[in-house]
């Protein structure tokens, strides 16, 4: 009788019901948000996860063309076995759990169809109680059922039913419930993964024996003749398969934090990301027992901007893993050197040809003296600008520094978009040129990018500026992308940037410091700078072919310093592995020809006592070029007519322990070729080529070097204080 009764309840219920307001299912599709947001590399390639959703774990929207039939057949018979015959309501279900509740007692349990589950789960006020739902509750639920079949197709049903039921803990939706458990994809699930999910369903907290029950159920109501044998070895499989998937796809952690959300297509190349991966794996390996355990590469696309590949960090090799070390600021050693050259092309002041004076010298830096010294604490006296850049010589860039100034050098490095440069020009100093300045390493690779490119600079780009879709790939069929369309600031004209890629392509140039047999030497064309700071504790190799610039670092995220590493050893052998697995996946070309601002003259170089380099083609900006093919010591005129020794506002003490003819100051010129003469307070010293030796009074003193024709070239002021024995 209490059946009937229900059942007429629950029949009238629904004749009377109007159409409550049932959201349309595309707006529910819509709405449905994976936990994960999915980084493709530029091909469509799932490189990274990004966890946004810390709730719930689901996947991107599952069509039931997608899922697996065995799927479908186990959640069927499991949870709605006469889903495609009623009209939201299964009524003879309904009928058999109120005769099951009436012998239980209580609240009403059962009989959901999946339809009604549905409606539940769009409307709160349906939702299930930790005790059950009442009477009142189900007839509204049936209600909403009917409205909602009324409206949507049964494939729509069903299909947000998938999408949407809780399988176990944070688990949603089949697709996260195949990935995360089984490792796969919801069409690859077999029978008995299918009869374990559908078990899940309505109990899905239950205790593993509960779900072999629930499981073997499913399966024998589907097959009397289904082995259950393999749900205990399909759970005992649990999460390994997709942790293993995971795995290969979490290759870009530092990358997919600076993708801007939502975005989920980024400008990586996945096989360089995995290039750029395996070099640092392999040559840290190789560093052994030299205390170097983190690296970062970067590599941007020339014409385009976009980034190609960005590693971070060294993972698992590292005890700092989770830094960013593309972004974090570190000494730049001597890679601000080809920005300072280059102004002084761009400023005229030297040419490649220009012979600078590589010997020991000190500059004034207000109160005390600057005396800059060559990695290798030795020097090879006249030096063209060519050699000296390509060969990473000290003394000769803080020469170049002082003709071309540091304010104007820090505004071009400013301009050239290395951000860490906060302090003003005073702070850093004739410093610059040899890298006192933090940089980043992001920062550095695209100013390099900005000599590749013809002198031009703009930002780098992340994303696939074409707004191609996860299906389609992002550049032009070449594999890379065209000019990008951002903001483009010119640092050098295109005659210095081809003069300054020329020198750093030359291998020949880079001999007095590297020798011809290093890392640096590629199978192809390439131009590149090497770096190391204060007490090895960053080295760095940046540098570019005619399609990619890549920019290496090496060192330690905690600043320990590295045993004995350096920019040839340490990032060096890195970035030459990256070149060439670009150069195989892009191509390689031959880089631009010279601009037709540039001439080629035959020069040859030569001191008083001697050759200096050998005679060679050389480029120069037009109008630059020397008027015969000689190149004496001193092509810019007055580089080194100025006192190198004291430097200007020195301050001696005398010790009166000392006889006065023991202590002695020595002037010196910086023209080691040319004698100067020397007057102090008017008095003169005589001439010679040599450094003099002053015996040093108390006082104020003005010391003067003039030529051979009592022009004055350059002075200094010195204080000298005590008293003489």
């Known amino acids: 009788m209490f059946v009937a009764t229900f059942a007429g309840v629950a029949a009238l219920s629904l004749a009377l019901a109007t159409h409550a307001a049932v959201p349309a299912f595309d707006s529910v599709r819509a709405a449905h948000v994976p936990s994960e947001r999915l980084i493709h590399d530029r091909y469509g390639a799932v490189i990274h996860h990004?966890?946004?959703?810390?709730?719930?774990?689901?996947?991107?929207?599952?069509?039931?063309?997608?899922?697996?039939?065995?799927?479908?057949?186990?959640?069927?018979?499991s949870e709605d076995k006469r889903f495609f015959e009623h009209g939201g309501v299964d009524l003879r279900a309904a009928a058999a759990a109120v005769i099951t509740n009436l012998r239980q007692g209580g609240v009403v349990r059962g009989a959901s169809s999946i339809s009604m589950q549905v409606a539940a789960m769009m409307d709160r006020t349906l939702a299930r109680a930790a005790d059950g739902r009442s009477v009142q509750q189900k007839i509204d639920q049936a209600q909403a059922a009917w409205s909602l079949e009324s409206t949507w197709t049964k494939q729509q049903i069903l299909e947000t039913y998938l999408n949407s039921v809780f399988f176990r803990g944070e688990i949603q939706g089949v697709g996260a419930a195949a990935e995360v458990l089984f490792g796969k994809a919801p069409h690859g699930l077999n029978a008995t993964e299918s009869a374990v999910l559908a078990a899940l369903i309505r109990a899905p907290q239950a205790p593993r024996a509960t779900v072999e029950r629930r499981a073997c159920e499913v399966m024998r109501g589907l097959d009397a003749r289904a082995d259950c044998a393999q749900i205990a070895y399909v759970m005992?499989?649990?999460?390994?398969?997709?942790?293993?998937?995971?795995?290969?796809?979490?290759?870009?952690?530092?990358?997919?934090?600076?993708?801007?959300?939502?975005?989920?297509q980024s400008s990586i190349d996945r096989d360089l990301q995995l290039a750029a991966r395996d070099a640092i794996a392999k040559h840290l390996q190789q560093l052994g027992g030299r205390n170097a355990h983190d690296a970062a590469v970067v590599v941007i696309d020339n014409a385009s901007g976009e980034v190609l590949s960005y590693v971070g960090s060294s993972g698992r090799l590292s005890a700092a893993g989770e830094v960013d070390a593309a972004r974090s600021p570190r000494q730049a050693g001597s890679t601000l050197k080809p920005f300072i050259y280059g102004l002084g092309i761009e400023q005229n002041l030297f040419t490649a040809a220009t012979l600078l004076d590589d010997s020991p010298f000190s500059v004034d830096v207000g109160g005390g003296a600057y005396t800059p010294q060559n990695y290798a604490h030795e020097y090879v006296g006249p030096v063209s600008v060519r050699t000296a850049l390509a060969s990473s010589l000290n003394v000769p860039a803080i020469r170049a520094l002082t003709l071309v100034g540091v304010a104007p050098a820090h505004a071009l490095l400013r301009r050239a978009g290395l951000s860490t440069l906060i302090n003003d020009p005073d702070h850093y100093g004739f410093s610059l040129a040899l890298g006192s300045a933090d940089v980043t390493l992001l920062d550095l690779t695209n100013a390099y990018r900005a000599i590749a490119n013809g002198g031009k600079w703009s930002s780098p780009i992340f994303t696939c500026r074409s707004g191609a879709t996860a299906t389609s790939v992002c550049p032009n069929e070449s594999g890379r992308g065209e000019a990008a369309p951002t903001k483009v600031t010119r640092l050098f004209s295109e005659n210095t940037a081809w003069l300054l890629a020329d020198m750093l392509s030359d291998r020949g140039a880079r001999y007095v410091t590297f020798g011809f047999d290093n890392p640096l030497a590629l199978s192809h064309w390439a131009a590149v700078k090497t770096g190391t700071s204060k007490d090895m504790r960053d080295n760095w190799s940046v540098g570019f072919n005619a399609h990619v610039t890549v920019g290496v670092w090496v060192g330690n995220a905690s600043g320990a310093p590295m045993h004995n590493v350096t920019g040839i050893t340490g990032a060096g052998p890195i970035w030459a592995d990256v070149m060439e697995a670009a150069a195989a996946k892009l191509g390689t070309s031959r880089f631009r020809d010279p601009p037709a601002g540039l001439v080629k003259r035959r020069v040859q170089f030569a001191a008083e006592d001697g050759r200096?380099?050998?005679?060679?083609?050389?480029?120069?900006?037009?109008?630059?070029?020397?008027?015969?093919?000689?190149?004496?010591?001193?092509?810019?005129?007055?580089?080194?007519?100025?006192?190198?020794?004291?430097?200007?506002?020195?301050?001696?003490?005398?010790?009166?322990?000392?006889?006065?003819?023991?202590?002695?100051?020595?002037?010196?010129?910086?023209?080691?070729?040319?004698?100067?003469?020397?007057?102090?307070?008017?008095?003169?010293?005589?001439?010679?080529?040599?450094?003099?030796?002053?015996?040093?009074?108390p006082g104020d003193h003005v010391i003067r070097l003039l030529d051979s024709a009592g022009t004055e070239l350059d002075r200094v002021l010195l204080t000298v204080r005590g008293q003489r024995r």
Request: aromatic share 4%; with cysteine.
């Open 50 to 77: 990004i966890r946004s959703d810390d709730k719930v774990r689901r996947t991107r929207w599952v069509t039931l063309d997608e899922a697996s039939p065995a799927l479908i057949e186990a959640v069927l018979a």
């Open 236 to 264: 005992d499989r649990w999460g390994s398969a997709g942790n293993l998937r995971d795995q290969g796809e979490m290759i870009a952690p530092h990358l997919a934090r600076l993708l801007p959300a939502p975005a989920t």
């Open 612 to 697: 200096v380099e050998a005679t060679r083609d050389e480029w120069f900006v037009r109008g630059t070029e020397p008027a015969t093919t000689l190149v004496a010591v001193r092509e810019a005129q007055g580089v080194g007519a100025r006192i190198t020794a004291p430097t200007d506002g020195t301050i001696v003490a005398l010790d009166p322990d000392i006889p006065a003819g023991r202590q002695m100051i020595q002037l010196a010129s910086g023209d080691s070729a040319r004698a100067g003469c020397w007057q102090v307070n008017d008095a003169s010293l005589g001439c010679a080529t040599l450094p003099v030796r002053w015996s040093p009074q």
